[in-house]
C-alpha cells in the first residue's frame, strides 16, 4: 500500500518535470530530442531550473558534487603551489596560474546564474511560445563535442602513462587501480569545472541568442511580404507588439547573462592566453599526449569566445535589417500619399533598441571585434612567454 502523501509529492515531481520537458518539446527529428535532452539534462542536475533538486535524493547528491568540485579546486591550488613554490619569473606558472583562474571564475558563473534561474525559466518559456526551440545538427554536435571533451581527456590519460610497480597519489602508494580510478575522477570533475561547464552555459547562452535572431529575421521576412497599402494603423500596431515582444525577451536575455557572459568572456580569454603560451613556450618539454589535452583545452576556450561574439553579435545585424525593411516600408507608403512631411516620424517608429547584448556593460559584442580580439590574445601571449 503506498503512502498518499508519497504518492503526491511523487506526482508533483513528475508533473514538474513533464512541464520542463514541455518547454523543449515540438515536432522534429529524433536527433533534436537528443539535443534537447541533453540541455535539458544539463540544466536539471547543476540546478540551473527553478523546479530543479526538489527531492532529498538529488539534493543529496547535488551537494555532494558542490563539495568534490570544492575539493577538487583545492587539489589543484595545492598542486601548482607545490610545484612551482610561487617563481613569478617562470612563464609555466605564470599560464597555471592564470588557467586556475578558470576554475574560481566557473564557480562564480554557476552562482550568478542560479540567482536568475526563475528568469532563466520564464525566458524558455516566452520563446517557446514564439519559436520552436530546436536544436540543428550543428548545435547538436557542438553539444556532444562539449560533452565527449571529459571522455576524450580520460582516454589520452589511460595512454599516455606507462605501467611501473609502484603507484602514489598526494605521496601515498597505492595500487594501479585506485591510483587509475582516483585520477579519472579527478581528470572528470576538472574538466567538468572548466571548460564543459563553462561551455554548456555558453551554449544556452548562444542557442537562446540564435533563437531571437531567428525570430527576428521571420519578423524581417514578413515585413518584406507585406505590401505598402496594407501597412495600415492595426497593421503597424500588430507590428509594434511584435517588436515589443522580441525585445522582451532579449530584456530578460541581458538580465540573466550580463554577468555569467561578462565572466565566461574572461575566464576564456585567460585561457586561450595561458594554453597558447605553454603550446608555443615548451611544446618540446611537454609529451605528446599532454600537447593534445592542451590543445582540446584551448579548442573548448577559443570556440567558445567565438561563438559568444558571433551569436550575440549576429542580433544588432538582424536588427538593423528589421529597421530598413520597416523604413522601406513606411517610405513607399508616405510617399505613395504625399505625406513626406510624416516620414522621419512614421519610420523611426521601431528605433527603439538596437538590439545589441553586453557583459556587465563593459564588453559589447559584435562581430567585427573578433579580430582585434584575436590580435590581442596574440599580443598577451607573447608578453606572458617574453617576461622569464
Known amino acids: 500500500m503506498v503512502d498518499p502523501a508519497l504518492e503526491g509529492k511523487l506526482f508533483q515531481n513528475e508533473k514538474k518535470i513533464q512541464s520542463f520537458h514541455g518547454l523543449f518539446n515540438s515536432k522534429s527529428p529524433i536527433g533534436c530530442d537528443i539535443g534537447r535532452t541533453l540541455l535539458w539534462r544539463f540544466l536539471y542536475w547543476v540546478d540551473l531550473f527553478e523546479d530543479s533538486n526538489r527531492t532529498l535524493l538529488t539534493k543529496s547528491l547535488f551537494r555532494l558534487l558542490l563539495f568534490l568540485l570544492f575539493v577538487m579546486n583545492l587539489d589543484n591550488l595545492r598542486r601548482a603551489v607545490a610545484t612551482f613554490s610561487f617563481r613569478i619569473d617562470d612563464s609555466f606558472f605564470r599560464a597555471s596560474i592564470l588557467h586556475f583562474s578558470c576554475y574560481v571564475i566557473s564557480a562564480i558563473v554557476w552562482y550568478a546564474l542560479r540567482q536568475k534561474r526563475k528568469i532563466l525559466a520564464s525566458l524558455l518559456k516566452i520563446l517557446r511560445k514564439k519559436y520552436t526551440l530546436t536544436l540543428t545538427k550543428t548545435q547538436i554536435l557542438a553539444l556532444l563535442f562539449i560533452y565527449s571533451t571529459p571522455i576524450i581527456t580520460v582516454i589520452l590519460f589511460l595512454t599516455s602513462h606507462n605501467r611501473i610497480n609502484e603507484w602514489y597519489i598526494n605521496g601515498i602508494k597505492t595500487n594501479y587501480t585506485i591510483y587509475v580510478v582516483v585520477n579519472c575522477i579527478r581528470i572528470i570533475f576538472n574538466i567538468f ?196
Open 193 to 388: 569545472t572548466y571548460p564543459m561547464f563553462i561551455n554548456l552555459v555558453a551554449f544556452l547562452y548562444c542557442f537562446i541568442c540564435q533563437s531571437i535572431c531567428d525570430l527576428v529575421t521571420q519578423f524581417t521576412s514578413e515585413i518584406q511580404a507585406c505590401p505598402f497599402e496594407e501597412l495600415t494603423v492595426r497593421r503597424q500596431t500588430d507590428i509594434f507588439r511584435k517588436m515589443s515582444g522580441i525585445e522582451h525577451a532579449l530584456n530578460l536575455t541581458q538580465k540573466v547573462f550580463s554577468v555569467p557572459s561578462f565572466l565566461i568572456s574572461v575566464a576564456h580569454f585567460c585561457s586561450s592566453i595561458a594554453v597558447l603560451a605553454v603550446i608555443t613556450y615548451l611544446k618540446e618539454d611537454i609529451k605528446f599526449n599532454r600537447q593534445i589535452e592542451w590543445i582540446l583545452v584551448f579548442m573548448n576556450s577559443s570556440c567558445g569566445l567565438l561563438a559568444i561574439l558571433w551569436k550575440a553579435g549576429s542580433l544588432p545585424i538582424e536588427a538593423e535589417k528589421l529597421k530598413i525593411a520597416y523604413r522601406r516600408k513606411c517610405r513607399q507608403k508616405l510617399l505613395s500619399e504625399n505625406k513626406v512631411g510624416e516620414l522621419r516620424s512614421e519610420s523611426d517608429l521601431i528605433d527603439t533598441s538596437n538590439f545589441v547584448l553586453s557583459g556587465c556593460n563593459i564588453i559589447y559584442f559584435y562581430r567585427s571585434s573578433l579580430l582585434a580580439l584575436a590580435g590581442t590574445i596574440l599580443t598577451y601571449t607573447v608578453l606572458l612567454i617574453s617576461k622569464n
